[in-house]
RNA sequence: CGGGGAGUAGCGCAGUUCGGUAGCGCGCUUGGUUUGGGUCCAAGAAGUCGUCGGUUCAAAUCCGGCCUCCCCGACCA
């Protein structure tokens, strides 16, 4: 490709509006550019990085079986209505009616596509298992996007479903898939590490997701470093400490003028904040039959930890949680800041108590009143939960659930994710096979998922300096740019003929009015792993100059070895990422 | 949905306080100059000042509605 033609230009200057550096790069590259909030074209340089971790992908799941296909961007809602996401997805779903006026719905993913294929062509064990992907465009009206590529509303996913007969099978699909997963991300050249997750909207029973590990993530990891636990911090237990056992004493309601907060509770009446009871107030959404009904929860996490709404979320199988306003509050008989389960109207809450909360003896707990606090606060005497669960967030410091060793937290991007769905959705639609015994089941499914234009970004985020990208070569938009300068134009053009017919991938910086400064720097920001000067001054010195992107050196090589030598390098780098890959695992 | 910020040429910005011919840098076009890390000179092209309405002799500027984008929070496979 001559840059000349190139569509796409470099920029001097970020877009005032791009934060992170894998969206100021890709922009100022000439990669991407913004149509609206969280919507990109993806221009042609772009397109051939997409194009090579496609394929990178592509190879990955043909190696576990996997079948590529196409499935449609715009659903029937009927299926959507079958497995009743319909209704339990809010605004994130795309939802348009067709010139008829039926309702339409734009894929956010495609388990209802996949499970009426499966219903209408799987029909016996001996089909089973199978396994089939596309990479395809998704629509989710995220209520925020951000980052450039990092959260998007239209986006590009490979997404893999995995159909089997038995839950061994599911196993087996999922860890393949699981290996699957980091291969492709390592090929990408992107560190990145498994954690448990939530289950969240898919339903199902078991979850990873892939994190590539950096500060401007929007996931909370936790980590273990002395047993290699990691979990999201949504779903991440931890070992709580055994209270100190005490005789429970009489409760005793005093006077805490101006502690809204359990700091200045603690404070004020000088004692830990692990003696103390919090009082958080939300309102979940619950399906009761075909309706769905506010409820109010009530729960209660000991004064020195945090609730993780996820927990609590799960806890009670609510459909969505919220912050509970202050009127609600009032109406249930609390008082925010000074709330407590003693004496609030019980049958019109749902009150969850976290184990340790319910274990720990004489705590300090809200007397509904302004200004008021009870002590000796203890759980089965005073109060009884309609659900005692773990509901509290595991933080820096906590004792890892499997060693006990301090956990730590970090932030991390979810590149991808698995999930094993079981019969959630082969239920829902009947989806049935024959087993042998000639019975009809329902199929076990799972669903992985990997974004593509995410994992472009996230790469980028990771391989770049001062002065642009620095593309691994497995990914890179062109394995070589060769920039002419002057006095080296009709070599260049005879060279890039030869790096043609040789197959190499090469850019070819022809342009005559630029500086070599300038071209140098386009060269660097657009980040191809190796440069090819050829001009007056390197021809005088007997060839060309190459240099590799991440490394400061520059070699001469002769003309008529220039083609050998770009190879060589090539075939140098891409060892060099196997290796690390390998080593990765 | 709550809080904050911003919409003026392709990009980055000034001009708005105090209403009076729409500017600067980069980029683009033409001519010349220069030629190994974003040359220099000259001449040009390009903007319904987000949008709708109001006030006024006169609105980028004052007032009101709306739209869009960014950031934080809520939310999120």
């Known amino acids: 490709m001559k840059l000349s033609h190139l569509f796409g230009e470099t920029l001097r200057e970020a877009p005032a509006d791009a934060e992170f550096t894998s969206h100021q790069l890709l922009v100022r590259a000439g990669y991407i550019r913004q149509l609206g909030a969280g919507i990109f074209s993806y ?34 809602a009927e299926i959507w209505q079958e497995t009743g996401r319909w209704y339990q997805i809010g605004s994130e779903m795309g939802r348009m009616k067709d010139s008829t ?19 209408d062509i799987i029909h016996s064990y001996r089909q089973l298992p199978a396994l089939i992907y596309h990479i395809q465009t998704k629509w989710r009206d995220e209520p925020r996007s951000r980052g450039g590529l990092i959260r998007v509303r239209e986006f590009t996913m490979k997404d893999s479903y995995s159909l089997d007969t038995d839950w061994e099978g599911l196993d087996k699909q999922y860890w393949a898939h699981y290996h699957a997963y980091f291969n492709i991300f ?11 997750s939530d289950v969240g909207m898919m339903g199902g029973k078991q979850a990873h997701e892939f994190m590539y590990l950096t500060p401007i993530g929007e996931d909370t990891l936790v980590l273990c470093d002395a047993c290699g636990y990691t979990s999201n911090r949504q779903v991440a237990t931890f070992q709580k400490p055994e209270p100190d056992p005490e005789e429970p004493k009489p409760l005793e309601k005093v006077a805490t003028p101006g502690t809204k907060t359990i700091e200045d509770l603690a404070n004020f009446l000088n004692i830990p904040q692990s003696k103390t009871a919090k009082a958080v107030f939300m309102v979940a959404t619950i399906t009761e039959g075909q309706e769905d009904v506010e409820k109010f929860v009530f729960a209660v996490v000991r004064g020195d930890m945090e609730l993780n709404e996820t927990k609590l979320t799960n806890a009670i199988k609510a459909k969505e949680l ?36 319910a274990k720990s003896s004489n705590l ?54 698995i999930f094993k769905l079981g019969t959630r959705y082969s239920a829902a639609m009947g989806a049935l096979f024959q087993d042998k015994d000639g019975t009809r089941k329902p199929v076990i499914m799972g669903s992985y998922g990997i974004g593509v234009g995410r994992l472009m970004a996230s790469v980028v985020e990771e391989h770049n300096d001062k002065y642009g990208i620095i593309w691994p070569i497995s990914i890179a938009p062109y394995q070589v740019h060769m ?44 980040g191809v792993p190796l440069r090819l000067t050829v001009g007056g001054r390197s021809l005088k010195k007997g060839g060309a100059e190459l240099k590799r992107r991440d490394a400061k050196n520059i070699a001469l090589v002769p003309l ?10 090539i075939r140098a780098m891409e060892a060099e990422l196997a290796a690390k890959a390998a080593s990765a695992k």
């Open 560 to 569: 008529d070895e220039a083609v050998a030598r770009v190879q060589d390098e």
């Open 43 to 76: 221009l042609p340089l772009a397109r051939r990085v997409m194009d090579k971790i496609e394929n990178i992908m592509r190879e990955e799941m043909n190696a576990i079986g996997g079948q590529e296909m196409t499935m449609p961007v715009v659903h029937p």
């Open 186 to 196: 390592n090929r990408c050249g992107l560190p990145t590490i498994a954690v448990e």
């Open 364 to 417: 300090v707990a809200g007397a509904n009143e302004e200004g008021y606090h009870f002590l000796n606060v203890n759980y089965g005497r005073d109060y009884e939960a309609d659900i005692v669960a773990d509901i509290v967030a595991a933080a820096d410091g906590y004792a890892c659930p499997k060693c006990g060793a301090p956990l730590r937290t970090v932030r991390g991007v979810e590149v991808g994710n």
């Open 322 to 357: 919220r912050p509970a306003h202050e009127e609600e509050i009032k109406a249930i008989g609390a008082e925010a800041g000074y709330g407590s389960p003693i004496g609030i109207h019980r049958e019109d809450v749902i009150l969850v108590v976290d184990d340790l909360a």
């Open 101 to 119: 006026g039926r309702d339409m719905v734009l894929a956010m993913t495609h388990e209802e596509v996949v499970t009426s294929l499966v219903r």
């Open 483 to 526: 920039v002419a300068l002057r006095g080296g134009f009709e070599a260049a053009e005879q060279l890039y003929q030869e790096l043609l017919d040789a197959g190499v991938e090469v850019l070819y910086d022809d342009r005559t009015g630029p500086s070599p400064g300038e071209k140098f720097n386009d060269a660097d920001l657009i």
